[in-house]
């Protein structure tokens, strides 16, 4: 299925929805969710996510950009950079599922000094928007923006399932992490790179 950008300047649901998966999924077993949690046991749960949902809006208009310069180049190029950046994003998640955490919670858990306030939020935001500079979800919003040449819908997406794995880490993280195993949420965000992969060779070769 090949999804074409609107051209009156309104979002795409479809993309939307793609993309808001696509970046769920990667996102949930990632250090993001596992550094918003720390942080979250440090600071006021809100005041957390409002410097990491600012650090993400930040990163996610990197991301678009380079994205939407990248589509500029020809489609088949386009494809072929889409379809390596998926097997490279599958690869990195079939790895990391098979890696400890303990290592990425003592390294954010050192960053996190006691603070209040708006230096609870900005600690939140450096703390963040220093991890996740070339992260594989700003890799993958890049790709999904070169692909679909949609940057409005892309980044609305994007930024919603970073925000709802960064709000999810904040109320229930530790909760979830005692019934959902972090490398089985790894081997699914793997195979959803996988299947991307294969849609986007698919449409490549036809």
Same mark, same amino acid.
């Given at each position: 299925?090949?999804?074409?950008? !609107?051209?009156?300047?309104?979002?795409?649901?479809?993309?939307?929805?793609?993309?808001?998966?696509?970046?769920?999924?990667?996102?949930? !077993?990632?250090?993001?969710? @596992?550094?918003?949690?720390? @942080?979250? %046991?440090?600071?006021? !749960?809100?005041?957390?996510?409002?410097?990491?949902?600012?650090?993400?809006?930040?990163?996610?208009?990197?991301?678009?950009?380079?994205?939407?310069?990248?589509?500029?180049?020809?489609?088949?190029?386009?494809?072929?950079?889409?379809?390596? +950046?998926?097997?490279?994003?599958?690869?990195?998640?079939?790895?990391?599922?098979?890696?400890?955490?303990?290592?990425?919670?003592?390294?954010?858990?050192?960053?996190?000094?006691?603070?209040?306030?708006?230096?609870?939020?900005?600690?939140?935001?450096?703390?963040?928007?220093?991890?996740?500079?070339?992260?594989?979800?700003?890799?993958?919003?890049?790709?999904?923006?070169?692909?679909?040449?949609? !940057?409005?819908?892309?980044?609305?997406?994007?930024?919603?399932?970073?925000? +709802?794995?960064?709000?999810?880490?904040?109320?229930?993280?530790?909760?979830?992490?005692?019934?959902?195993?972090?490398?089985?949420?790894?081997?699914?965000?793997?195979?959803?790179?996988?299947?991307?992969?294969?849609? %986007?060779?698919?449409?490549?070769?036809?």
């Amino acid at each position: 299925m090949v999804w074409t950008a !609107p051209h009156n300047g309104a979002v795409d649901l479809a993309v939307i929805a793609l993309t808001f998966g696509a970046i769920f999924v990667v996102e949930l !077993p990632d250090k993001t969710f @596992l550094a918003t949690l720390v @942080l979250s %046991t440090r600071y006021r !749960p809100l005041l957390v996510w409002i410097g990491v949902g600012l650090a993400f809006a930040v990163q996610t208009t990197v991301a678009v950009l380079l994205g939407h310069a990248a589509s500029f180049l020809p489609d088949t190029a386009v494809k072929a950079l889409a379809l390596v +950046m998926f097997l490279i994003g599958a690869v990195i998640l079939f790895r990391e599922g098979r890696a400890h955490h303990q290592a990425a919670e003592d390294e954010f858990a050192d960053k996190a000094k006691p603070a209040q306030g708006w230096r609870a939020i900005l600690a939140s935001f450096l703390v963040l928007f220093a991890a996740e500079w070339g992260d594989l979800s700003q890799l993958l919003t890049l790709t999904l923006v070169a692909r679909y040449d949609d !940057p409005r819908s892309v980044f609305v997406g994007a930024l919603g399932a970073l925000l +709802m794995v960064s709000g999810l880490a904040c109320l229930v993280g530790r909760a979830l992490l005692r019934w959902i195993s972090l490398h089985v949420l790894h081997y699914v965000g793997s195979g959803v790179c996988l299947v991307l992969a294969a849609v %986007t060779a698919y449409e490549l070769l036809r």
